[in-house]
Structure formats: C-alpha cells, structure tokens
C-alpha cells in the first residue's frame, strides 16, 4: 500500500549513488531478521505493540500508508526480503518490484460446480477468477482396526478443479480470516474445500 509521496522517495532514492555495499553475512543477517519477523507476524505471534511499532516506523519513513495494517506490513516484509536476496546476488537481474496487494485465494470443487462457484466468487467481489486441473495425490489415515491399526486413503476430490480468486485480504488480517471461513464454506456447499492461499 504505497502513498504517493513514499513512491516519489522510492523512485528518488533509487536514483540517488549507490551508498557503500555491505559485507554477504551482513545481508544475511538482515534477511534473517526481515524473515523471522515475518515467520512471527503470520503466525499471530509477534506481539501486537511491536507490529503497531513497526508500522508507525515505516509510516513516518517508509513506503507505508497511514492506517497500514498487519498485513501490509507483512506484504512489505516480503518485498524486503526479494531484495535482500537480489542485493546478496551476483547475477545482473532488475531490481525487484514490490508484490501486488492481492492474495490468491484455491479452492477445489467438482467440475460440475465450477460455473456455480465462480459465478458466487464474482458475486462477492473476487476477481482474476481463473481454474485449472485440481489437485491430485492428497491422502490421510484413519484407523481401520481394533487394535489401532491405520490405512492410507486418498482425499482428492475426483474430476475435480482448482478455481483461483484474487481478494485484497491479506494474512493476517482479520479480515483475511473472515475470508478464509468464508470461502470454506462456498467450497463446501458443492462438496469442496478450501485448499489455501499464497499470502
């Protein structure tokens, strides 16, 4: 989520002379901190006063805009972390583009339900809405015997697809948890399931 004016310092800095490079443990050593701070936030264990901490930091000098949430900020950790590693690399590559403020949202359905279910995405505002073959070699075990034995079955859903939606809720948002329940029970309204989401 980039302010205008947080756009305008970006592009002016990266015009600016390079500044003096680090040494690679250097990079790793930040990479490390970038990561495990986002490791944190996703699992909802980074304590709330430091996620308020960082983001009124990076509101006041950073490419954050006022009123930036949890999940901005991990979007934004993970634009750090794509450029840690381009910095670490040798190669002669772009400098990375910050990630877009959507998430991808899987879900599998039969194929009998695909035009339902998209058709109900749509309706609620996804978009980017798109399918392709679903998802093949999922299995559990359940007990089969009484002395506690257990069997391998399949989970998969047969001639099934995965529909792929985009929402701007982004993990770990509360608003990203209301989406998630949400979009487990549209799956499941056609025999389906919620398979996940890449942010």
């Given amino acids: 989520m980039l302010c205008g004016d947080a756009i305008e310092r970006q592009y002016s ?108 995405l749509a309706a609620i505002g996804g978009t980017g809405i798109r399918t392709e073959p679903g998802p093949t070699g999922s299995w559990t075990t359940r007990p089969t015997g009484p002395n506690g034995e257990h069997e391998r079955y399949s989970t998969d859903i047969p001639g099934s697809r995965t529909v792929l939606v985009d929402f701007a809720d982004l993990s770990p948002d509360p608003a990203y948890r209301e989406r998630v329940r949400e979009l487990d029970v549209l799956a499941g309204r056609w025999g389906g399931r919620f398979l996940g989401s890449d942010r």
């Fill in 13 to 120: 800095d990266e015009m600016e002379p390079p500044g003096r490079p680090l040494p690679k443990p250097d990079y790793r050593a930040i990479l490390g901190i970038v990561s495990i701070t986002s490791g944190y936030l996703m699992a909802n264990e980074l304590p709330a006063d430091l996620t308020d901490s960082l983001i009124r930091w990076l509101v006041e000098w950073g490419p954050l805009e006022e009123g930036a949430s949890a999940g901005d900020l991990n979007l934004l950790l993970g634009d750090l972390a794509q450029r840690m590693h381009w910095a670490m690399s040798d190669e002669d590559v772009p400098y990375p583009a910050s990630l877009p403020r959507r998430n991808t949202f899987h879900l599998e359905v039969p194929a009998a339900a695909v035009q339902s279910c998209t058709d109900a």
